[in-house]
């Protein structure tokens, strides 16, 4: 498909997700506590509950919800110096492999006692650890679970990316946290990209660029800890098979990351108006993005999910984010 027509098949839908994000940037302005980026996944969620989304649309809000979030990302490393995202993500390791143990582990024993099989155990606790769907997406062809169990994990994982976005901010004010201590928290409570962005920047802007370099230094450790699994699930299967997965791990990757890093890299270099205008285009891009998300959740079938994997997703969730406060208190970060 050449671009002209991709543009023409997406216009429909980008059309409708600009007009939200126009309505969702308004109410976030006279609503500061929520902020665009919250007030637009849930305008989409309410509109996805209550109407059917036409064919036309589907182009359009796809591309909002993956690549636009994509670029937003790049465009917020633009004003970000190379020094600063350097240090916050090196800083940020000692808590993220912390959390990453203890979901995995939180993972297994829930899903024992609850009775789940283990290799929806190690999709749920994954896609918590690090990055939600993308997670997912990279450890299913590793661990080659049933198909429902790939649905059920995305839904149980994405139910409580939702609830992160409205309660995270709430629980900081509660206890007190710094811009730092809470996009430290964020960045490595909150699974999916999207949510840690709409959770943090609505805190503020320092929570919110502190939370996306956390985030996405977060978001590397994906090959690491997708080659264990495959190393742990492959034992017994061919040279060839271990490949093939190895291949689908690459693929996996968000290498928007590294075009995240040149543009924090060279963004010195560029003009002060550029910058400014890249500050200001970026969060209109992450609020479309989450629009997009929101019009693309299907709440029917979170239904058809079953209590036991959301109440695994509940307790792997909770244990990720308990870690991350405990470490961030106990090595007085917060």
Known sequence: MTFMNQLKSCAPGLAVVLGLTIISTLVGNAFPLMGGAVVGILLGIIIRSR???????????????????????VGLG?????????????????????????????????????????????????????????????????????????????????????VAVLVFPAIGQMLGMSDTGFGMWAGTAINDTSSVVAAAYSWNDNAGDYATIVKLTRAMLIIPVTLIFAFLFGMTRRKETISEETGSVWKAVPWFILWFLLASLFGSMLPDWMIKTAQFIAPVMITMALVAIGLSTDLGRMRQTGWRPVALGLLVWVSVASTSLVVQHLTGRW
Do not use: Y
Request: net charge neutral.
């Open 78 to 162: 633009f004003s970000l110096p190379i020094a600063d995202v350097i240090k916050t993500g090196m800083s940020s390791l000692e808590i993220t492999f912390a959390t990453i143990t203890a979901a995995v582990l939180s993972a297994i024993i829930f899903g024992r006692l609850l009775k789940i099989p283990l290799k929806l155990c190690v999709l749920i606790g994954t896609g918590t650890a690090i990055c939600g769907g993308s997670a997912i997406a990279a450890i299913t062809p590793v661990v080659k679970p049933d198909e429902h169990d790939t649905a059920f994990a995305l839904s149980t994982i994405f139910l409580f990316n939702i």
């Open 51 to 73: 109407t059917t989304i036409a064919p036309q649309f589907s182009a359009g809000i796809q591309f909002s919800s993956k690549q636009i979030l994509q670029w937003s990302i």
